[in-house]
């Protein structure tokens, strides 16, 4: 169960989520956030859909990656979740989305088609 605040909580309900891997990087996160005794800052109360880029900056919020290829590169050099995953594992990882990746490319999307169909 992950609390977002005092009187909203998130509980997965499917068994599987319990061993799938983000729960386990939450949980490394988490457990590492402890073991360093890591400030997490000021709590957010704010809509952060209602802010620019440039408004997040400067609050020291960073954006997720916008897609797999880039989320695959900020992985290939992250070194602490190759401690908690191990390098074979982030390498595999990396290789089977990567391909994932390539072929989601391929793939013309229905919102594709029905944007540009018509137009050429």
């Given at each position: 169960m992950l609390r977002l605040n005092?009187?909203?909580?998130?509980?997965?309900?499917?068994?599987?989520?319990?061993?799938?891997?983000?729960?386990l990087l939450r949980l490394a996160a988490g457990l590492d956030g402890i073991e360093?005794?890591?400030?997490?800052?000021?709590?957010n109360t704010s809509n952060l859909y209602d802010f620019s880029e440039s408004e997040l900056a400067q609050r020291g919020i960073r954006i997720f990656p916008m897609s797999l290829?880039?989320?695959?590169?900020?992985?290939?050099?992250?070194?602490?979740?190759?401690?908690?995953?191990g390098?074979?594992?982030?390498?595999?990882?990396?290789?089977?989305?990567?391909?994932?990746?390539?072929?989601?490319?391929?793939t013309v999307s229905e919102w594709e088609t029905d944007r540009y169909l018509m137009t050429f």
């Open positions: 005092k009187t909203v909580l998130m509980e997965p309900r499917i068994g599987e989520v319990i061993c799938s891997v983000d729960s360093h005794k890591t400030d997490p800052g000021p709590a290829r880039e989320a695959l590169h900020h992985l290939q050099g992250d070194t602490g979740l190759k401690q908690v995953l390098d074979d594992f982030v390498s595999y990882y990396i290789q089977v989305k990567t391909e994932e990746w390539r072929q989601y490319q391929r």
